[in-house]
Structure formats: C-alpha cells, structure tokens
C-alpha cells in the first residue's frame, strides 16, 4: 500500500508526514505501530526514513514518517533544530498514532538514526508510551561528542571559538549567527551523498547550543523495563562508536541491546546492508512482535 500523507499537530505547528499501513488488514484490526526519525536536518523523506518504514509495513507493522518542525514540508523556523523541540515533535507524534484506530495503543515503538537516534532514546526515557526503542548511530552526551567529532586541537579551537562568538553576537546584538553543517559535524566526502534532498545545509547558534547540552544519557536508563536496542558502527566516521557504549552503560542493561557491526558506515538502513535488517527484524519479532503469536 502507498503511503498516506498526514499531518498532525507539535506546539501549534503543523508537522507533515506520512503513515504505511501493512496490507491485509482486515476491518477493525489493530497493529502494533513503529515511527522512524530521520537525521541532522533531514526530512521525512530520507533513505533512512522511507527504507526502514517500508520494510516495517512489509512485516506486517503500521510505519510513521514525519518532517520535524523546521524541516522538510513542516512547519516552524527554518534551520533551527533544537533537541528538547523535536523531543516534543516525537511526542506528539504518539499522540497523533493513538488517535488512529488501527493502531495497537500498547505497542508503539520509535527508532532514528544518527541525530534522530539521539532524539528517539530520549522520548523513550520521557515518555512511557512508548513500547520500544531502536537506535542508529545515536549519541547520548551533546559535549563529549563535539569533542571528539572535532578532536584535532585546531579543529576544537575553531569549534569553541565558534561558540565564543555565537553567544557574543546573541548578548550583543539578540540575534543569531548562522553555522555550516559541516563546521557541526563534519562528515567525510564519500558520505555526503546519503543526505536527504532538500537537508538544510546552515543551521542557527541555537541549534548547536542545544545540541551541545543534550544528554540522552541523563534518561535513558527510564526506558528499563521496556526494550532498547543500540546499533552503532564499529569505527563509525560521523558519530563516534563510544557515544553507543555510553547510552548502554547508562541504561538498564538487562533490557538492552548494544551492537557494534564492523562492516558498515554511519548511515545503516540500505536494502544492502541484510545483517542489520535480519537484526532489527529478529529483535522486534521476539520484543514487539508485529501479529499476536
């Protein structure tokens, strides 16, 4: 089936997307319901968002998609991608799934990559709602890892001098400068093809003000009992590896999952990649299963 384009309400602003129901549903039948979010600056219609979601209504599970406010069709200030926002987007997306009747209201999973994996463990630990949670290249510290993403001294003091005149120029003046992406977090040449069209390419101080507070660290260890799983490469090039390890030492180990894969990049979900699909497919199918056994 085609999916559908929704749209659903986040502090008074409309945020566009879009929903997959599986086929053969038969009237009245509810389904477990799994949103995916996409990366830094992204939209909703990213690889990483519309690959995983087709795959999950081809296993039988309802699938959401959605533009964060600011990106893609949504509405909201353009280019200003403050984390604790989207927290409140994803939020309001289990809001807006529950208030679909074929969704199983007991079953809600969410799942991100890279910025949106950041976001997605901490809806998990705010929001008891949601059933499961999965991540791709998250990270769980907004400090440590501008550090090591700029870990050459000459790259940190470029980034901290960055951040000296960010707050100058907003206490001087009240407004805000505007930063490159890639001088936020750098991305090597041969990746830069896997951004979404239309990402936004220069972002506000805010955003990496915000991002450089975030700790997912802080609450993700309130999503035990329900279920984590954490999937990171093992010498990942965008968000350092020990960003996972930490989201798993500071969650509720006995109902986590921490996978460090040797054969992939930063950016996981591609039809190529089976041994990360197998993973998430056998995962879900024992914690969250997409039919009742």
């Not at 959401?64 to 604790?84: D, I």
């Not at 100058?168 to 991305?187: A, H, L, N």
């Not at 999937?231 to 460090?260: C, M, R, W, Y």
Request: glycine share 10%.
């Amino acid at each position: 089936m085609a999916a559908e384009q929704i749209s659903f309400q986040s502090a008074g602003l409309k945020i566009d997307g879009y929903i997959h129901l599986p086929a053969g549903m038969k009237p009245g039948e509810k389904r477990p319901a799994i949103m995916m979010l996409h990366g830094f600056g992204s939209n909703a219609e990213s690889t990483n968002c519309t690959l995983p979601c087709q795959m999950l209504a081809d296993w039988g599970y309802i699938a959401l998609r959605f533009s964060f406010r600011g990106c893609g069709q949504s509405e909201g200030k353009r280019a200003n991608t403050v984390c604790l926002e989207q927290v409140e987007d994803t939020k309001n997306a289990v809001s807006y799934l529950l208030s679909r009747p074929e969704v199983d209201g007991a079953n809600i999973g969410v799942g991100g990559s890279s910025f949106g994996a950041a976001v997605a463990v901490y809806a998990g630990g705010v929001d008891k709602r949601i059933t499961v949670v999965m991540s791709s290249g998250g990270w769980g510290d907004g400090e440590s890892k501008f550090r090591k993403q700029h870990e050459a001294p000459a790259a940190w003091r470029k980034f901290t001098e960055m951040m000296a005149r960010g707050k100058e120029t907003r206490t001087r003046t009240g407004e805000s400068i505007m930063v490159s992406r890639y001088d936020i977090v750098p991305i090597p040449e041969h990746l830069r093809g896997h951004l979404a069209p239309s990402s936004i390419m220069e972002f506000t101080f805010e955003t990496v003000e915000s991002m450089f507070d975030f700790r997912a660290n802080e609450v993700v260890g309130n999503i035990a009992p329900r279920r984590l799983l954490l999937l990171h490469s093992s010498n990942d090039s965008v968000t350092p590896t020990e960003q996972s390890i930490g989201l798993f030492n500071h969650s509720g180990k006995a109902t986590s999952e921490l996978h460090l894969l040797n054969d992939v990049d930063h950016f996981m979900f591609s039809e190529s990649n089976t041994r990360v699909i197998k993973l998430i497919r056998e995962w879900l199918d024992t914690y969250m299963p997409a039919k009742a056994a």
